[in-house]
């Protein structure tokens, strides 16, 4: 008995002295959809010109490609044969060679106004500067007359909605945010922080970046249309996520009303990294019986050791404001 019970004691007596690792929230980078660029397969030839004694159309093969320039950068060579036989060559930018951790927080000022801060950390691993920042807001005070056009170098105005947003959790009101000259670039492993007001709570919204230079220069011809409709549509590839934003229904429902919403949302924090696994059950616990003085208390420890993050905080403390 004692021989088989030996080894476990020794295993015990090894690991007794040493403590486990603590948990910590750890935001999650937006999402990058797996889009893979591709030649294409079909294309027509184009017409080269009209025979001028039998009217018909001579054709030539364009021969339209996309082959990878830098796949760091995501950047592309886009080539076809031109009408002068000869072949053309131009640069295309994907907008989704960046890898960005967005942090927020929300602080009610003395006047009512919730001040949002976003801070967009373009990361050591990305391959390109980051161009710009996208939120979502549901709040009506948030309208184009409203906001500033420039701050700091910063342009500021509403993103049109494209029509593959027109659904879901996908509407609302998008503001961009894009830095311009003779701001620096925030190039990898630098960050910048955005700011919006509004009169609205935080709840969970969605929001975007792209990265790297926009728009292709031109060559003195357009190219197929085969080889353009090959290109990912730039909405629809751009790193994207949760963060906190205005929503005016919030601030119709009652404390317990809050709770509730928060309670439908604490997984979804989880798999963010916004809360830790201890704090995702403890918060369910009180959340769902309604001691919100209990957990006031307890925000500002857990904010402080790194169980939830400032994400969090920020919806916790609007339901008692």
């Not at 893979?36 to 004694?53: G, H, I, M």
């Not at 979502?136 to 947003?165: C, K, R, V, Y």
Request: aromatic share 8%.
């Amino acid at each position: 008995m004692m021989k088989h019970l030996l080894p476990l004691i020794m295993i015990i007596v090894a690991t007794g002295g040493q403590r486990l690792p603590v948990e910590k929230t750890k935001r999650l980078p937006l999402q990058k959809k797996q889009v893979t660029l591709q030649s294409p397969r079909e294309y027509l030839k184009r017409v080269l010109r009209v025979d001028a004694k039998t009217g018909e159309e001579i054709l030539y093969d364009p021969k339209p490609r996309i082959a990878l320039m830098e796949a760091k950068s995501g950047k592309y060579y886009l080539k076809w044969i031109g009408y002068d036989g000869k072949e053309n060559v131009v640069v295309y930018q994907r907008p989704d060679a960046v890898d960005v951790v967005v942090s927020a927080s929300a602080v009610k000022t003395r006047t009512g106004e919730y001040v949002y801060q976003y801070t967009v950390q373009n990361l050591g691993t990305s391959g390109e500067y980051l161009r710009g920042f996208e939120v979502q807001t549901f709040s009506s005070a948030i309208m184009p007359s409203t906001l500033p056009t420039m701050i700091d170098n910063i342009l500021i105005g509403e993103m049109s909605t494209p029509p593959e947003w027109e659904k879901g959790s996908e509407k609302g009101r998008w503001i961009a945010f894009a830095p311009l000259s003779p701001r620096p670039r925030v190039s990898p492993g630098q960050s910048i922080t955005f700011q919006l007001s509004s009169p609205s709570p935080p709840g969970l919204v969605m929001c975007r970046v792209d990265g790297g230079d926009r728009g292709m220069n031109g060559v003195g011809e357009h190219m197929p249309q085969e080889l353009e409709n090959a290109l990912p549509n730039t909405y629809e590839i751009c790193p994207s996520g949760y963060t906190i934003g205005p929503i005016d229904n919030l601030k119709k429902l009652s404390p317990a009303e809050r709770a509730h919403y928060l309670l439908k949302l604490l997984p979804k924090f989880k798999e963010l990294g916004w809360i830790t696994a201890d704090a995702l059950r403890w918060y369910q616990q009180t959340l769902s019986g309604n001691d919100f003085g209990m957990v006031y208390e307890r925000t500002q420890q857990d904010l402080k050791e790194g169980n939830i993050t400032t994400e969090v905080f920020a919806m916790i403390q609007a339901i008692k404001e």
